[in-house]
């Protein structure tokens, strides 16, 4: 077994959600040898084309990477390793934090076709396709941002992937949203964490009114704008928000999330061109963070 390669524990419990070989000639029959080269490429960011030859045909790695990134099989199993986790008592539900973090985008990850990506011998288009590529313009160049929501133990629950210049505030709703994870015994999936907790970006009264909807407890600093505005509005403008500053301190719980996550160097820095393949990548990386645990 090579440096990085999953261990028999962890394929353990990989394997069992994986895609079985159906049919005949034996199709997608070494999944542990390409899931160890698309590990090895995101560790380490080479070119696909630069895979060690341990691994098989680069090509053989990359379809696959990409076949599950469109289809998503990705997310089926990244939610499948979840509920396995959250069977066992191992995901700390107590306090979950949203946070995100900008990527920058290599040369090569410009220049996407017009057209539309379809999935392979379908007709419909992958389902994180996004019409702008998630492809942003800032001063240092092209930058994709990541939200995402993480759990106690430093796990995602939930990715997104937009342009590196949009903001936070509006984005917190749809990732939260995103959070699903299945139940053993069957029945919805568990959306609703105990609390959670944010920095002064996703300040806004429109979250703060989703919150208290879904009856999900927050721990979120008001700007000193908003603090402002909502005294000049006397009693206009309602009780000023509850704030545990000894809840706010777990907050550096998400923004190490991020930094493991970041620690794959296929993560931290964007090589591909579609952004619903560069969504996959994300999502094995949170999907190996899992298995870790």
């Excluded at 942003?136 to 430093?154: A, M, N, P, W």
């Excluded at 997104?160 to 939260?176: E, F, H, N, R, S």
Aim: proline letters at 6%; glycine letters at 10%; charged letters at 30%.
């Amino acid at each position: 077994m090579g440096r990085g390669d999953l261990s028999d524990r962890e394929w353990s419990r990989l394997e069992e959600h994986l895609p079985k070989a159906v049919g005949r000639g034996g199709r997608w029959k070494d999944h542990r040898i390409v899931i160890n080269g698309i590990l090895f490429r995101l560790r380490t960011g080479v070119p696909w084309r630069d895979l060690p030859a341990r691994f098989g045909s680069w090509k053989t790695v990359y379809d696959r990477h990409r076949r599950w990134s469109a289809d998503g099989t990705w997310d089926m199993v990244l939610h499948a390793v979840q509920a396995d986790a959250d069977t066992e008592g191992r995901i700390d539900w107590s306090m979950v934090s949203v946070d995100s973090t900008v990527c920058r985008a290599h040369q090569h990850a410009a220049g996407a076709r017009n057209r539309p990506p379809r999935i392979s011998g379908r007709r419909s288009r992958p389902a994180q396709h996004r019409e702008d590529e998630a492809l942003g313009h800032s001063r240092g160049g092209l930058t994709t941002k990541i939200h995402l929501v993480g759990d106690g133990r430093c796990r995602p629950l939930a990715l997104l992937i937009t342009p590196g210049q949009w903001g936070d505030a509006p984005q917190m709703i749809p990732v939260l949203d995103r959070v699903r994870v299945p139940r053993a015994g069957g029945g919805h999936p568990r959306t609703r964490p105990d609390h959670l907790g944010g920095d002064r970006a996703y300040s806004s009264r429109r979250n703060r009114r989703y919150l208290r909807r879904r009856q999900i407890k927050h721990t979120i600093p008001e700007p000193r704008t908003q603090q402002a505005n909502r005294r000049r509005r006397g009693s206009a403008g309602g009780r000023p928000p509850s704030f545990d500053r000894g809840r706010y301190a777990r907050r550096n719980e998400v923004e190490r999330t991020i930094l493991a996550l970041k620690g794959f160097r296929a993560v931290a820095t964007r090589y591909e061109k579609r952004a619903y393949v560069f969504h996959g990548t994300v999502t094995v990386a949170a999907i190996r963070l899992w298995l870790r645990s």
